[in-house]
């Protein structure tokens, strides 16, 4: 069965910079969307940006639209989410989704059928 692994978490300052990355174990993303979402103590999980493998649509939370990029290395059968300008209102756990959602459903959490563990962002002030 499918399984995502991500990287890339830690502890950093207001202004730094990280790179998450997601692959999966045992199939590809071949066919599928894949979305970051990312949930703080207390609150909801929230839409981070989505991509579909075989195409060049992204989608992108506007609290995070011109800091965070998502992209994919088909070579290497991982997508990674580019972190800059980090602010402590960033910090929460990270987790990859993969999924085939229609477009109008594409930031929503629900519709995702494999996940990843998480990796921790801490972003301090």
């Known amino acids: 069965q499918v399984q995502l692994v991500e990287s890339g978490g830690g502890l950093v300052q207001t202004g730094d910079s990280l790179r998450l990355s997601c692959t999966p174990s045992?199939?590809?993303?071949?066919?599928?969307?894949v979305a970051w979402f990312r949930q703080a103590p207390g609150k909801e999980r929230e839409f981070v940006a989505a991509?579909?493998?075989?195409?060049?649509?992204?989608h992108y939370a506007d609290s995070v639209k011109g800091r965070f990029t998502i992209s994919r290395d088909k070579s290497k059968n991982t997508v990674t989410l580019q972190m800059n300008s980090l602010k402590p209102e960033d910090t929460g756990t990270y987790y990859c989704?993969?999924?085939?959602?229609?477009?109008?459903?594409?930031?929503?959490?629900?519709?995702?059928?494999?996940w990843g563990q998480g990796t921790q962002v801490a972003v301090s002030t």
């Open positions: 045992g199939s590809t993303f071949n066919g599928y969307t």
């Open positions: 989704a993969s999924g085939q959602p229609i477009l109008s459903a594409i930031r929503s959490s629900s519709i995702y059928r494999y």
């Open positions: 991509s579909r493998w075989s195409g060049s649509t992204t």
